[in-house]
């Protein structure tokens, strides 16, 4: 968990600066690379059994110790980001779930049954798993499909498997097959699977998904690893409480417009289409004209998402620099007292584009964020930018407990090649949050930043 505290006084919005681990605490806009509850080469195996009492199924991590977990990203070792973020995952986990922890590949090389559960499914204790995990030390080979039925032989029927791994079955199991055997054993059993930094040449993992009526989803580091993870584990949403689809001429009596310019927006054709009137963003200056406030809908109590679909004209790449362009979606009582998440063109001579949540409660700033384009390998930014204008994408506040997470979900593409559809920031822990759901857009420059919203809902989460 990340959060960065200061004065929002002297906090403006950007630009971020040079990126640090996500255990410090950077300067103004430093960047904090998201690897919550990410594993890269990580094999989770989640089985939801059902129980008599709450339906609440117990769950099996396994560990990838294959000897590609010592292969580097960012250069930490893949089995060093695997301990990490099964702690981070775990130092959330319900209490009311039964946990367990596998491993393969660590104690032997060449041997295809080198599979050992660790701990059997139980109430977690998070001390004893992190001492297991800290004496894997990767060596042997991958098992998958192997690992896959005995977890589900521990656990039981009726729930799902989450599958990460760092590579493809090296153990002769057809993982197609497999996946249509435990759809017809009857035990409604289903797979989900990411693959992180692996080409599915065969499409044996994605067979293994699909088969069982799960999803695969492919990562390329800690970040979109994150992101799969909370599509795939976190807790399934209600349906909507409330939705706005924009389907009229006018936003009506159900929101109110901070400071309005009606020259800057119009509902059309099933959007809201905004564009920059006056320089700045929602939560940066109590006069900022056309913040949208949804002032007719409401939070639930507890748990819940709030997700607004867009798309979004943020100018072109140029030699030297680009448009400072915005996209929000949040919680706005006023400029002390709101949270938003939004994607942030920067600018600047690299042209960095940024997934940011930042919180003021009081006056007082946290924020998380992470680079999803810009001056790292892989990334087409005017690419990018064309997608972000013709299929658009979702931006999401998601709160669970105390604990608030943005996320960016693309529609149908990705940042680069191989993925990640979603992406999404470290945690920020905030007591407590007030005010309407809101949308803005707009730029710290002199170019217009145009977003049309097609769609915002708010959702409770069980």
Request: hydrophobic letters at 40%; aromatic letters at 6%.
């Amino acid at each position: 968990m990340v959060n960065h505290h200061q004065d929002s006084a002297t906090a403006p919005l950007g630009p971020p600066g040079t990126s640090l681990s996500c255990s410090q605490l950077g300067q103004e806009g430093a960047s904090m690379t998201t690897r919550a509850g990410a594993a890269a080469g990580v094999l989770i195996a989640s089985l939801a059994t059902s129980t008599a009492a709450d339906g609440i199924g117990a769950t099996m991590l396994i560990l990838d110790g294959s000897g590609s977990m010592w292969g580097q990203i960012e250069d930490q070792t893949k089995i060093e980001i695997a301990r990490e973020s099964v702690g981070r995952m775990l130092a959330d986990w319900p209490e009311d779930r039964d946990v367990g922890l596998m491993a393969y590949g660590h104690r032997s090389e060449g041997d295809c049954d080198d599979i050992e559960t660790l701990m059997a499914p139980g109430p977690l204790d998070i001390r004893a798993a992190e001492a297991e995990m800290a004496d894997v030390s990767p060596r042997g080979k991958t098992p998958i499909g192997a690992s896959v039925r005995t977890a589900a032989e521990a656990v039981g029927p009726g729930g799902s498997v989450i599958v990460v791994t760092d590579g493809l079955e090296n153990c002769g199991a057809d993982l197609c097959e497999l996946g249509v055997d435990l759809a017809d054993d009857g035990a409604g059993l289903t797979a989900h699977v990411i693959g992180f930094d692996v080409a599915d040449t065969d499409g044996q993992l994605a067979c293994l998904a699909e088969t069982t009526g799960g999803r695969f989803l492919p990562a390329s580091d800690a970040a979109s690893l994150s992101g799969a993870l909370q599509e795939v584990s976190a807790p399934v949403p209600s349906e909507p409480l409330f939705v706005d689809e924009f389907e009229r001429d006018n936003l009506g009596d159900d929101w109110t417009v901070d400071h309005p310019n009606p020259s800057g927006f119009i509902l059309d054709d099933g959007a809201l289409i905004t564009m920059t009137v006056q320089p700045g963003y929602m939560g940066d200056a109590a006069d900022q004209p056309n913040i949208f406030r949804w002032t007719e809908a409401t939070f639930p109590e507890g748990d819940w998402d709030i997700s607004a679909d867009f798309t979004s004209r943020m100018g072109e790449v140029q030699s030297l620099g680009g448009r400072r362009a915005i996209v929000q979606v949040g919680r706005y009582r006023d400029v002390d007292n709101h949270i938003s998440v939004y994607v942030f063109r920067q600018g600047n001579s690299n042209d960095d584009l940024w997934l940011r949540l930042r919180a003021v409660s009081g006056g007082t700033e946290t924020r998380a964020e992470v680079e999803i384009a810009g001056d790292i390998r892989g990334y087409d930014l005017a690419q990018i930018l064309r997608d972000f204008e013709e299929k658009g994408a979702r931006l999401t506040i998601s709160k669970r407990g105390r604990d608030y997470v943005g996320r960016l979900e693309m529609d149908g593409w990705t940042m680069q090649e191989g993925g990640p559809e979603v992406i999404e920031t470290d945690p920020i822990q905030v007591l407590r949050t007030s005010g309407d759901p809101a949308l803005f857009a707009g730029t710290l420059g002199s170019e217009q930043t145009v977003a049309e919203f097609d769609r915002i809902e708010i959702t409770g989460v069980d």
